[in-house]
C-alpha cells in the first residue's frame, strides 16, 4: 500500500483499497472472501488496509468496491445484506472509509430490480458513506436477436438503471468498464469460454471504431435526467 500509493502520489485521487471482499461461497464468518490477506489477518485485514492507506495518502478517497449486489436474486440479496453488514463493523469501528464501489456488470438475461436497488444504496449512504457506481457495463452475449436490436436492449438497460441509481445524491462516480467494445474484458477468450459467450460482445457506449452507440445516447440522456450534484 505504502509502496504504491506514494509512486502515484498526486496523479491518482480514488483507491479501490478492498476489492470484493464478499464471497459467500468461501463458508467464512460474514460471507468473507477466504483469499490471503485474510487468511494471514482475518477480517482485520480489511481495517489495517484502509489505516495504512489513509496515513499514507490523508486526501485520497478510500473505496471499498464489491460485485454481485444489483441482482433481484437470491445470490444478490446475500452479497447485499453481507456486505450492508460488514460496512456497519467498519463503520463502528472508525474504520476509514470514505466510498463504497457497486460493480454493475449487468446481463439483459438477468432479474433486476433497479428501484430495490437504489433503496439499498439509500441505505448504505445512511452510513455517511459516498457511492460510486464502478465497472459499469451490460452484457448482452447470450441474448438473441440481431446488433441493432441488442444495441437498443443494451442502451434500454443503462438507461433504466442509471435513472434508478442517479436519484441517490450519495452517488457522485459513475465509470464504466472501459469505453469500448474493442476493449472489453469479455473479449478475453478464458472469459469467453467460462461465460459460454455466443455473440460478439457490445456492452460499451462506444464499438471497437470507437464511434457513439445507443448506450452512448442512454447514459447521456440519463444524466441530463438526474437530479443535480
Known amino acids: 500500500i505504502e509502496t504504491v500509493m506514494a509512486r502515484y502520489a498526486g496523479r491518482v485521487r480514488y483507491w479501490d483499497v478492498v476489492n470484493e471482499p464478499i464471497g459467500p461461497w468461501d463458508h467464512r464468518p460474514g460471507n468473507l472472501r477466504a483469499g490471503p490477506f485474510y487468511r494471514a489477518l482475518g477480517e482485520d485485514y480489511i481495517a489495517r488496509a484502509f489505516k495504512r492507506a489513509r496515513a499514507t495518502a490523508p486526501g485520497d478517497v478510500l473505496v471499498l468496491n464489491e460485485a454481485q449486489c444489483e441482482t433481484a436474486d437470491d445470490n444478490g440479496e446475500t452479497f447485499r445484506t453481507s456486505l450492508l453488514a460488514l460496512l456497519r463493523r467498519m463503520k463502528e469501528q472508525g474504520v476509514p472509509i470514505d466510498a463504497v464501489g457497486f460493480q454493475s456488470h449487468l446481463k439483459l438475461a438477468a432479474k433486476y430490480?433497479?428501484?430495490?436497488?437504489?433503496?439499498?444504496l439509500h441505505e448504505v449512504a445512511s452510513l455517511g458513506f459516498a457511492i460510486h457506481i464502478t465497472e459499469l457495463d451490460v452484457n448482452d452475449t447470450n441474448v438473441s436477436g440481431d446488433e441493432a436490436a441488442r444495441d437498443?436492449?443494451?442502451?434500454?438497460?443503462?438507461?433504466?438503471?442509471l435513472d434508478a441509481v442517479l436519484r441517490v445524491p450519495a452517488v457522485n462516480v459513475v465509470q464504466t468498464w472501459q469505453?469500448?467494445?474493442a476493449t472489453s474484458w469479455m473479449n478475453d477468450p478464458a472469459t469467453q469460454a467460462r461465460m459460454h459467450v455466443r455473440t460478439?460482445?457490445?456492452?460499451?457506449?462506444?464499438?471497437?471504431?470507437?464511434?457513439?452507440?445507443?448506450?452512448?445516447?442512454a447514459i447521456a440522456a440519463a444524466f441530463e435526467a438526474a437530479p443535480p450534484r
Open 113 to 120: 430490480d433497479f428501484a430495490a436497488f437504489a433503496a439499498y
Open 152 to 161: 437498443r436492449a443494451v442502451a434500454q438497460m443503462y438507461r433504466g438503471y
Open 200 to 217: 460478439s460482445p457490445r456492452p460499451l457506449p462506444y464499438d471497437a471504431q470507437f464511434q457513439r452507440k445507443p448506450a452512448w445516447d
Open 179 to 181: 469505453l469500448s467494445d
